[in-house]
C-alpha cells in the first residue's frame, strides 16, 4: 500500500511544458510499477504513460508519444511526467496511480488526487 501526492500542475500556453511530480509514502514504493491518467472534462478517464518498477519499460498512448516522457527516481520515491510541446486537448485533471505490483499489465490498485493542467491557444 502506498499513499500518492500529485504536484505541478497549472496554466501554461500551447507549445509549452510542465513536469508533474508524484511522491509516494511508504517503504515500498520501489515495487510498484506506475502510470499517469487524465480525465478532461466530459469525458472518461483515460491511459496516458506507465513505468515498470525499476523503470527498464515505459508505455504510452498514441496522442502523447514524442510528447510526454515518464520516468522515477526511487531514491525519492518519486514519479515524473515530463509535458512538452502542450495542445490544448491535453487540458485534463492528472491522476498518478501504483499498480501494485512491479508491473503494469493490470490495473492501478491506488489513486492521488489529482493536479489540473490546463493548456491555452
Known amino acids: 500500500q502506498v499513499q500518492l501526492v500529485e504536484s505541478g500542475g497549472g496554466l501554461v500556453q500551447a507549445g509549452g511544458s510542465l513536469r508533474l511530480s508524484c511522491v509516494g509514502s511508504?517503504?515500498?514504493?520501489?515495487?510498484?510499477?506506475m502510470g499517469w491518467f487524465r480525465q478532461a472534462p466530459g469525458k472518461e478517464r483515460e491511459f496516458v504513460a506507465a513505468?515498470?518498477?525499476?523503470?527498464?519499460?515505459?508505455a504510452y498512448t498514441d496522442s502523447v508519444k514524442g510528447r510526454f516522457t515518464i520516468s522515477r527516481d526511487n531514491a525519492k520515491n518519486t514519479v515524473y511526467l515530463q509535458m512538452n510541446s502542450l495542445k490544448p486537448e491535453d487540458t485534463a485533471v492528472y491522476f498518478c496511480?501504483?499498480?501494485?505490483?512491479?508491473?503494469?499489465?493490470?490495473?492501478?490498485?491506488?489513486w492521488g488526487q489529482g493536479t489540473l493542467v490546463t493548456v491555452s491557444s
Open positions: 496511480a501504483a499498480y501494485g505490483s512491479a508491473w503494469y499489465n493490470n490495473s492501478p490498485r491506488v
Open positions: 511508504g517503504r515500498t514504493f520501489s515495487s510498484y510499477a
Open positions: 513505468i515498470s518498477w525499476n523503470g527498464g519499460n515505459t
